[in-house]
């Protein structure tokens, strides 16, 4: 769990999820469960608290290096084989991203240490202004916030992204062998409204 990450205003996600039941690390809730929290910034930071928890998972994470390298797995190993991001985050001359990574997740036949290899049409490591990687919650909360870091996006973009983009709708769909991110992105998509519309406060 990432809960333990954040300070402050997180106090109160704490006794609220203690007060209902048990929550898998699976779940994501609804939006419409912060709506108890009447105080603006704190429900707010408690609704970031819950969509952190798709942010802050490797899948996201393992394509928003601080370095040159992407990383693989839960554990966020360096990429095997050895990869750069090159110009434009496609991956070096001769050592693309495409050359391995395909239009769409390609299971395995053969026998390998993993079940199959992700794949998308735009496969390739976000850009280093939006690394991600050894952040704290609320450092990826102001950068995914501020125009020079998120690709220009206003926050009306930035919801639209996270809402309707299919490369991060790759992560629930990551193929055999991985994870996916918790909840769905139609959850995901409420949850960035709801904490925009209540001041898009960070942790
Ligand atoms: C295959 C690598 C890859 C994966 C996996 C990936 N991203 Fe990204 N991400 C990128 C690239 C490349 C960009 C830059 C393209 C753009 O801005 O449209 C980006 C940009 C973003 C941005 C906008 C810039 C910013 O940092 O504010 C957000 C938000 C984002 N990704 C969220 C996610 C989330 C959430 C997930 C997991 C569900 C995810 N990404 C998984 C490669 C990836
Ligand atoms: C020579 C082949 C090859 C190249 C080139 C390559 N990859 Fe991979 N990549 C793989 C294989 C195979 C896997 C699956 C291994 C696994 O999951 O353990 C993988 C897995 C990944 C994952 C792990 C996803 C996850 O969440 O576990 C990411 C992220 C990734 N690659 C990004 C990239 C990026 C970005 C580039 C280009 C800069 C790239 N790869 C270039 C072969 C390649």
Redesign the pocket.
């Known amino acids: 769990m990432h809960r333990c990450l954040l300070p402050a205003g997180a106090a109160v996600l704490f006794l609220m999820a203690a007060a209902t039941q048990a929550q898998s690390p699976r779940d994501l809730r609804e939006p419409g469960s912060f709506a108890g929290i009447t105080n603006g910034q704190a429900r707010s930071l408690a609704l970031f608290g819950e969509l952190a928890k798709?942010?802050m998972?490797p899948?996201?994470m393992?394509?928003?290096p601080a370095d040159d390298t992407?990383t693989q797995g839960n554990d966020m190993h360096a990429h095997w084989p050895p990869v750069t991001r090159g110009d434009n985050?496609g991956g070096a001359p001769g050592n693309s991203c495409g050359a391995c990574h395909t239009e769409a997740n390609y299971t395995l036949i053969e026998r390998a240490s993993y079940r199959s290899i992700?794949g998308?049409p735009?496969?390739?490591?976000?850009?280093i202004e939006?690394a991600?990687q050894g952040k704290s919650v609320g450092d990826i909360c102001r950068?995914?916030k501020d125009p020079q870091?998120?690709?220009g996006?206003s926050l009306e973009l930035?919801h639209e992204?996270?809402a309707k983009?299919d490369?991060?709708a790759?992560?629930w769909n990551p193929g055999e062998g991985r994870e996916p991110?918790p909840g769905t992105q139609r959850i995901?998509g409420e949850l960035i409204k709801a904490w925009i519309d209540s001041g898009a406060a960070c942790p």
């Open positions: 798709v942010l998972h899948r996201c393992n394509c928003h992407p985050g992700p998308h735009r496969w390739g490591t976000a850009p939006m991600w950068q995914i870091r998120n690709g996006r930035l992204h996270l983009d490369l991060v790759w992560g991110v995901l």
